[in-house]
């Protein structure tokens, strides 16, 4: 029997295209959604797992567990070669898959600001491998400084660079400030976990750019009281796997991690569409993409106009909108309200009990921040045991410093 | 200041290099436990990282947090070159360590029986990386079951074949048919997972040999009711990427799990030792090495006459005993009685409910069995966070069926 309903094609499960499924959910269409990964990955948590305070399976989950009971979707697990606007198809990597609407929602990945080849050295953290390998790097850093056999190999290896001050650059410098601290203390007999030092540099004045003044200072002084080195107006030039230069200064390091900047990944190729120089998508008011009715751009891989930040409200907040523009379109409804997008607010946490939180009616900084960031997060988790999970380990780590997690599983070097 | 403290070498922390370092608490002895991970494995729950019940943190702890109390010992990270017995120094991978005492505790691996090429095709469970790997393969059979263009394909990849029937392939089994029926249940569009074909082989005439006949056969029909083919003096002849041969029988299957056979790593050779045929020295009544009173082999490594099983409390009792009689020898007090092992009993657990549990005076069950069982595994786990963790997990998944971690996070070929 074949199944005359549209087809409405989603390529990317994280919060954009997983919200816009979930608009569909009562439309007469039939939902496809497409990803490279199996589970959806609750990114804003990822820098606990690269600092060993959580596991894996806390912030990431089955695409099909969540789309379980939306009975006019279905997942695939695939990659893209390429897109014919013309035909209306999807070349993927097993299949052809023609589509009557279309939905990018592929995200960003790292910029390295044309400079690919650091990324070996400098690892990004957009995904759980990321984050794993982030993970091994910072904990085999300590191993190996455990058995240093010079002052200079010792330092080089009890520095730790993070190089962006937004909130995943701040977030990282704080958790591995605790590790350091505390998390580490007891464990070696040669080094003291306590003596690492940990750099944050950031290119632009002060770090959080996004967030009112005082509570970027707020926030600097609360990383330094940790013991992390902030470095404002500072340009990183090189990055090598043994270090960073700053212009002449170079500063020794083999764990370095990357929170510099996004960049979209090829979706504006597929379609042949205008990008900005980021490579993400110029969308109309609509989120359509100019000149095809049928295809739109959500979340991160949208660049609209004026632009909206990229973070998880805002994708979706955007996913939702072409949901239910399609499923007006499809009922024959009218709906030609542009694409509006309502700032919640800003969260960042810094550590164990610090975070700052800049809402339109409310600044909070402190332990209390650290609270309200804390329930937003737990809150906005998918699933009940996730929920459970996460909020039951961060009461653990909270008193008794301990991180459960401390695994190296990746393959790395390390001879 | 120079350590004149007599230098006892660990190498391997699993339970029987644990257990030996703890055994020497208190003697005037300076501890040095070396692995190629920064973690313990708790191996008995392996299979259940490797079926997606639990994450590998759960099951695993940095072994440095194990023995951050005990003053006398440290943990160092690396791999073995060779050992100098007339020097009495370990060449590990970039240190030089001499001993007073080594103890070999680094355990089996998987053997395929001189079928090294099998490995690549059926991994075994032995580390959290074999785990994850055997999660991926199983995960990835579903998707891509589900988007399978024959009626063969999909039956092939709806074929899951554990080959050995000792405990650890029957709680594979178990676990990838709970898998099957429920927690993928209503995942997917267009194949029925409940419908996958299961297959346990075993090469002797009955699966869980160390058991009773009258458990062996009752955890066969748990096995079986829950839609297992169990396949007893079935010997397998051939493994392909796709598929294992018995005798002229093929069976296509693309996840296949090897659960058949261990065998001793190199450290025999390194030591220039005598061995059985799976590579395990032969130790002494004291556990050491014959012509050298200094050297032991404990757990999995050490052949017994008369043999003992390769199980945790195994490993344990033995790493204990010769812990105490190296603090003995080095306090200059006699120790000369022989080392006995006394066997707790075993257990085996079939899926979400049942177990089979033989003690010297006690045999269990179905449900009773199953809760002794859990209860036995969460007392051994070490760490307070574990214990709490795990026992969560399964109460969750209980419950609701649901699996946790059902993440593919390997990079595995999958196009």
């Given at each position: 029997m074949a199944d005359h309903r549209p087809k409405v094609l989603i390529i990317g499960a994280g919060f954009g295209g997983l919200e816009c499924a979930r608009a569909l959910k009562n439309a007469p269409v039939a939902v496809t959604v497409l990803d490279r990964h199996n589970h959806h990955t609750?990114?804003?948590?990822l820098y606990q797992v690269a600092t060993a305070a959580i596991s894996p399976a806390d912030i990431a989950w089955p695409v099909r567990s969540i789309l379980?009971?939306?009975?006019n979707a279905e997942v695939l697990m695939c990659s893209i070669k390429s897109i014919d606007t013309k035909a209306r198809i999807v070349h993927a990597s097993r299949h052809d898959l023609p589509y009557d609407y279309l939905v990018l929602a592929t995200g960003v990945t790292h910029s390295y600001f044309g400079h690919d080849e650091w990324q070996e050295a400098a690892p990004g953290l957009k995904s759980l491998t990321d984050a794993t390998k982030i993970r091994s790097r910072v904990l085999i850093s300590f191993e190996r400084a455990e058995t240093a056999e010079t002052d200079a190999d010792r330092k080089r290896l009890l520095t730790f660079i993070v190089v962006g001050g937004g909130p995943t650059g701040v977030e990282m410098a704080g958790a591995i400030a605790e590790i350091a601290r505390?998390?580490?203390?007891?464990?070696?007999?040669?080094?003291?976990?306590?003596s690492a030092r940990i750099l944050l540099i950031e290119g632009?004045?002060?770090?959080?750019?996004?967030?009112p003044e005082d509570l970027s200072a707020y926030a600097q002084r609360a990383l330094e009281k940790m013991g992390v080195e902030v470095m404002t107006s500072?340009?990183?030039t090189d990055v090598r796997r043994d270090g960073v230069s700053l212009g002449d200064k170079k500063i020794e390091s083999e764990a370095i991690i990357w929170a510099a900047g996004v960049v979209a990944g090829p979706a504006a190729n597929w379609i042949d569409a205008a990008h900005d120089r980021a490579g993400r998508i110029k969308v109309g008011k609509d989120l359509s993409v100019p000149g095809h009715l049928e295809i739109f751009a959500v979340g991160d891989i949208a660049a609209l106009d004026p632009p909206v930040p990229g973070i998880a409200p805002a994708a979706k907040q955007m996913g939702k909108y072409v949901g239910r523009l399609i499923a007006a379109r499809v009922e024959g409804r009218p709906f030609d309200k542009p694409f509006r997008y309502r700032h919640a607010g800003d969260l960042a946490t810094i550590g164990r009990k610090a975070a700052v939180v800049n809402l339109p009616y409310l600044k909070l900084k402190g332990f209390i921040g650290w609270l309200f960031w804390s329930l937003a997060h737990i809150y906005f988790l998918i699933g009940v045991r996730n929920r459970l999970m996460v909020a039951l380990t961060w009461l653990w780590s909270y008193f008794t410093y301990q991180r459960g997690a401390r695994l190296i599983t990746r393959d790395e070097p390390r001879n």
């Open positions: 609750f990114q804003p948590l379980r009971r939306q009975e505390h998390a580490l203390r007891y464990d070696f007999r040669h080094i003291d976990p306590s632009g004045p002060r770090i959080l750019p996004t967030f500072s340009m990183v």
